[in-house]
């Protein structure tokens, strides 16, 4: 006996109605050793798939927190290393100040002064715990070693580099070397903002740079100004118009930073009321600098001292601002590091709890299936044959429904009849097919069909058509409708027609070697009506005239042809694009010679 007569043998012998269940996911065939299984392997998926889905989202959840761990630890790093090039750029600004002071001749008692910055900034270079590679071709910072080497023999040769009477363009030599550093380093500053992304940390991250831009600028500012009051004035507009420049983009940068982070000016503020006298007495040496640049007046060294340590104590603020900003990005990074630490702990334990429960979940069910199947068999094979009627139904449903039709149905909804005016249907078949049937296989002629409707199936999506069915060796195709296309059906239909004569021409017959097909097609156009047919197998189906017509054409038309009838000749006449040939013989007289059988 197979499977289905014992199950059904069994059934009686218990007297047991066979039950059907809505519910396909479980069912099997609890009688055989592979029904069992099979039931089985089924119970165990659908387990696995909830515990899966939840070590999914556990997991999905744990990677994320773990990304997020690591981005902030990324963030710290990058956060850390500004500071570290801040505090760089800030030595190597005071450097070239004092470097500059020292070749303007402001005194050489400020050797001893640059030479004691000079440590100083070494210790901060030295300290780094990364040297970022610089956009620069230039070997001398490729790394920390050569640099510092590059920065040492230019310290070491600043004597010799210029005369004892320094040269006014000496100075703009100094700033120029330094300046050319420090705004690699700014450049690289931006470059690792861009990396931090955006949000909160971003915006002092970019303030913070910004005001290293200020105090890059005001440094300069401040080696002019007191070139301005060592020597009596500037020597040409030039350096005017460089002094002026370098003000207004620090005072640029520093309105951008209070732009990027609301903290800075609050910062700004409160530095002004403990530092009120400082930016007043800055304040009018600027205007001294800025209404009589070019009034003949004494060298006052004096004054230019008093000028370098007021801007002195600006810059010194804005760096205290920057430290103040990183401070709290530093916190803030630690913090959320330490918070994105916890939840990654956590989630790491529910991932822990989900594996240690899986196989105990898995076992439990393992036993209750086995238990659940010596009671359950008289059900399995009907539900079986219940669940492939219906997944059957629903194939057939979307393969031989337009899709507006389908939604319809599924959504219980009644289709109506529906009335086409003007559409234009094709039908077709194998010349010869009865003979080449008789001489074939079953299964050669299925290969055939199967090769040969595939073709067309793919040949009739490039046009605007609708496959109606096809039955045995007849194809039938219908354009207009579901979907109306306003008086293109015709042409539509006609030129599907000639395209599947011209492939078929070349397609050969799977078992007959160099033996191509032949078709009959007929072509009608007129009015139709469309609607659904049947329940448990529905239909979409055209009725009327017109497709008792479209079938005549066909089997009265001549192999290889496409037969139109007088509509369809009068709509693709007024189209226009098609040569047609009016039959003058009788077209039974043609049929019966033609096919004889």
């Known amino acids: 006996m197979t499977s289905s007569h014992l199950d059904l043998a069994v059934m009686e012998m218990l007297n047991v109605k066979p039950v059907t269940s809505k519910l396909d996911l479980c069912e099997g065939n609890p009688i055989t050793k592979s029904g069992k299984r099979i039931q089985m392997q089924r119970m165990i998926c659908i387990t696995i798939l909830p515990s899966l889905v939840l070590l999914g989202l556990s997991g999905s959840i744990a990677v994320q927190t773990g990304l997020e761990y690591v981005r902030a630890v990324e963030l710290l790093s990058i956060i850390r290393q500004s500071v570290e090039q801040g505090e760089l750029i800030k030595n190597l600004q005071d450097e070239r100040d004092l470097s500059a002071l020292y070749v303007s001749l402001l005194g050489d008692e400020n050797k001893d002064i640059l030479v004691q910055q000079y440590p ?3 210790a901060t270079l030295v300290g780094l715990t990364f040297w970022p590679e610089l956009d620069t071709p230039s070997a ?26 320094h040269a006014n363009a000496n100075v703009h030599e100094e700033i120029s070397f330094y300046s050319d550093i420090i705004t690699l380093l700014i450049r690289w500053l931006y470059q690792m903002a861009t990396e931090v992304g955006s949000g909160e940390v971003w915006k002092r991250l970019v303030a913070s740079i910004e005001l290293t831009t200020a105090k890059q600028h005001l440094g300069i500012e401040r080696a002019l100004g007191g070139l301005f009051f060592a020597q009596g004035g500037f020597e040409n507009p030039e350096e005017y118009t460089l002094y002026i420049k370098h003000q207004d983009i620090a005072n640029s940068s520093i309105y951008s930073a209070m732009r990027y982070y609301h903290l800075v000016e609050d910062l700004f503020d409160e530095s002004l009321m403990f530092n009120n006298s ?12 800025t209404e009589k640049a070019f009034e003949p007046r004494d060298p006052d060294l004096e004054t230019g001292h008093w000028w370098i340590g007021n801007m002195s104590v600006e810059i010194n603020t804005i760096a205290q601002i920057q430290r103040t900003l990183a401070m709290g990005m530093l916190d803030s990074l630690t913090e959320r590091q330490h918070k994105d630490g916890v939840s990654l702990a956590g989630e790491s334990m529910v991932v822990f709890i989900v594996l240690l429960l899986f196989p105990i979940i898995i076992n439990s069910v393992y036993g209750l299936t086995t238990q659940l199947q010596s009671y359950s068999f008289v059900l399995a094979q009907k539900t079986k044959a219940l669940n492939k009627e219906k997944k059957r139904g629903e194939w057939l449903l979307h393969r031989m429904l337009p899709r507006t039709v389908a939604e319809q149905l599924r959504r219980q909804e009644p289709v109506a009849p529906e009335v086409y005016k003007d559409v234009s249907v094709f039908f077709s078949d194998i010349v010869g097919f009865t003979e080449i049937s008789s001489t074939s296989s079953p299964i050669q002629v299925v290969i055939m069909l199967n090769n040969l409707y595939r073709t067309f199936d793919d040949r009739i999506e490039k046009y605007d058509v609708y496959k109606v069915e096809t039955i045995g060796d007849a194809y039938m195709v219908a354009s207009g409708v579901p979907e109306r296309n306003e008086g293109r059906h015709s042409s539509e239909i006609a030129t599907m027609a000639l395209d599947l004569l011209d492939v078929i021409s070349q397609l050969e017959i799977p078992h007959m070697p160099e033996q191509t097909f032949r078709v009959r097609i007929g072509i009608h156009t007129g009015a139709v009506v469309s609607g659904i047919v049947g329940a448990k197998m529905p239909r979409y189906c055209l009725f009327g005239d017109t497709v008792s017509i479209a079938s005549r054409m066909e089997s009265l038309g001549r192999p290889s042809r496409v037969h139109i009838s007088q509509p369809t000749y009068d709509a693709l006449t007024e189209t226009g694009g098609f040569v047609m040939k009016q039959r003058e013989e009788k077209v039974l007289q043609v049929r019966e010679a033609s096919e004889p059988e």
């Open 140 to 165: 001398a910072y490729k790394t920390r070693m050569k640099f510092l080497n590059h920065l040492n023999r230019h310290r070491y040769q600043l004597d010799s580099l210029y005369p004892v009477y």
């Open 278 to 289: 400082v930016f007043a007495n800055i304040q009018s040496m600027r205007y001294i600098i």
């Open 120 to 122: 100083v900034t070494d």
